[in-house]
């Protein structure tokens, strides 16, 4: 089994950065691709990111594309997920999720473990 742990989560400014963090234990985390989902409070749990296994391949929502990075440490077991220029529309809790199988996807469904989540709140 695979478990993760987000962390990093917090109150910014809108236009400010933080840095998400994903822990991973179990399993075997540099095979597996990993993506970032959030979901706002009456929304779906909607695609972010995600990373191919090696870290060369990296895809992302419109919605983010330019202001969002994701990398991955597979020596610390770890997916991060930089994020610069917030804006109060990112405000949501964020999900590191891992994809077993490595297809690095923007669905849901094809993620089968999911950390607890992590709190960002955007203010204006």
């Known amino acids: 089994q695979v478990q993760l742990v987000e962390s990093g989560g917090g109150l910014v400014q809108a236009g400010g950065s933080l840095r998400l963090s994903c822990a991973a234990s179990g399993g075997t985390f540099s095979k597996y691709a990993m993506g970032w989902f959030r979901q706002a409070l009456g929304k779906g749990r909607e695609f972010v990111a995600t990373i191919s296994w090696s870290g060369v391949r990296t895809y992302y929502a419109d919605s983010v594309k330019g202001r969002f990075t994701i990398s991955r440490d597979n020596a610390k077991n770890t997916v991060y997920l930089q994020m610069n220029s917030l804006k109060p529309e990112d405000t949501a809790v964020y999900y590191c999720?891992?994809?077993?199988?490595?297809?690095?996807?923007?669905?849901?469904?094809?993620?089968?473990?999911w950390g607890q989540g992590t709190q960002v709140t955007v203010s204006s």
């Open positions: 999720a891992a994809d077993t199988l490595a297809r690095a996807t923007m669905s849901r469904v094809d993620y089968n473990y």
